[in-house]
Nanobody, 122 residues
């Protein structure tokens, strides 16, 4: 099973990016998938998750700015990030679970992508 995340890059504050996470080796269409991020010197933290029926859950810090979605035919999850702030700078990881219940901790996810770096400049 592989999760391939991409879409990171350098963007100015106020700008937008869309991250993608393509899964291979198994389907996650019936399970929760999520995004986490880890800033330098900090713990990895929950960003967003999406259920099998595309209901999103968000960290308070990104609510109203980020949108998680999924494309079932491609076994892919997206994270649309708008109104980016410097504090959004981090390596972003996608994660897949074997659960239908949203978890906001790392322990709730079994599969992890390699991470994609998002840098927001002022």
């Amino acid at each position: 099973v592989q999760l391939q995340a991409c879409g990171g890059g350098l963007v100015q504050a106020g700008g937008s990016l869309r991250l993608s996470c393509a899964a291979s080796g198994r389907t996650f269409n019936n399970y929760v998938m999520g995004w986490f991020r880890q800033a330098p010197g900090k713990e990895r933290e929950f960003v967003a998750a999406i259920t099998w029926n595309s209901v999103g859950t968000y960290a308070d810090s990104v609510k109203g700015r980020f949108t998680i979605s999924r494309e079932y035919a491609k076994n892919t999850v997206y994270l649309q990030m708008n109104s980016l702030k410097r504090e959004d700078t981090a390596v972003y990881y996608c994660a897949g679970s074997d659960s239908v219940v949203v978890r906001t901790t790392r322990e709730g996810y079994r599969y992890w992508g390699q991470g994609t770096l998002v840098t927001v400049s002022s």
